[in-house]
């Protein structure tokens, strides 16, 4: 059973447009909700994290936007760059170390 | 070296085979954490190692061993494996309880013919 349902698979948007990825979850007890970026031959890395009690956190360009009625959160990438092409992943986490991912979307940047 | 290390990058083995992949923190993290990644699935948390003691084994089959002789590293022991096996084993490590950010390694490639 998959926790952290991630749409869409994949994502096509023209340098300076905005990119929106969500992610939706079932389990309440989730207290943190982190992003990661993985580029082709790398490992994921931590791009941005939330927890519940804020709507919303912003780092540079990118946005998360938390909203726990309704169990979902986005990330939002303005202004997307070429070397934004990548693979997203959202994650939810009870207590430290057991990540649930979503099946992460693949994001391609044209010039 | 910095970060999370793994070795080796591509692994090409057969069912008979046994292999180890290896995975090295250089952060001074107390925790280690072993990833399957396969193709347009979410990442599977495979083990977690929280001070050297294994405190999470997501029902993997047992074709799998891990070890972990210190904090800064971690082995994967493979034996008579699938080819359904084949994927990117993810090792990661963050600094353990109340800290939840998890730092990857490059992964190790593998497949299995």
């Known amino acids: 059973q998959q926790q952290v349902k991630q749409s869409p698979q994949s994502l096509i948007v023209q340098k300076g447009g905005i990119s929106i990825i969500n992610c939706a979850y079932e389990?309440?007890?989730?207290?943190?909700f982190p992003w990661y970026q993985q580029f082709p031959g790398k490992g994921p890395a931590l791009l941005i994290a939330?927890?519940?009690?804020?709507s919303e956190k912003k780092e540079g360009r990118f946005t998360i936007s938390f909203n726990k009625s309704a169990k979902q959160f986005s990330l939002h990438i303005m202004d997307s760059q070429p070397g934004d092409s990548a693979t997203y992943f959202c994650?939810?986490?009870?207590?430290?170390?057991?990540?649930?991912f979503g099946a992460g979307t693949q994001v391609v940047v044209t010039p | 070296e910095t970060g999370v290390t793994q070795t080796p990058r591509h692994l090409v083995m057969g069912m008979t085979n046994k292999k180890s992949l290896k995975c090295e923190q250089h952060?001074?993290?107390?925790?280690m954490y072993w990833y399957k990644q396969s193709a347009k699935k979410p990442l599977e948390l495979m083990f977690v190692?929280?001070?050297?003691?294994?405190?999470e084994n997501n029902s993997v089959p047992s074709r799998f061993s891990p070890e972990c002789p210190n904090s800064s590293h971690l082995f994967l022991h493979l034996h008579t494996l699938q080819p359904e096996d084949s994927a990117l084993y993810l090792c990661?490590?963050?600094?353990?309880?109340?800290?939840?950010?998890?730092?990857f390694g490059p992964g190790t490639r593998l497949t299995v013919t």
């Open positions: 190692y929280s001070l050297e003691e294994r405190v």
């Open positions: 939330i927890r519940p009690d804020v």
């Open positions: 389990n309440t007890a989730f207290d943190y």
């Open positions: 994650a939810a986490s009870i207590g430290w170390g057991k990540l649930q």
């Open positions: 952060l001074g993290h107390n925790a």
């Open positions: 990661a490590s963050s600094q353990g309880q109340g800290n939840y950010e998890q730092y």
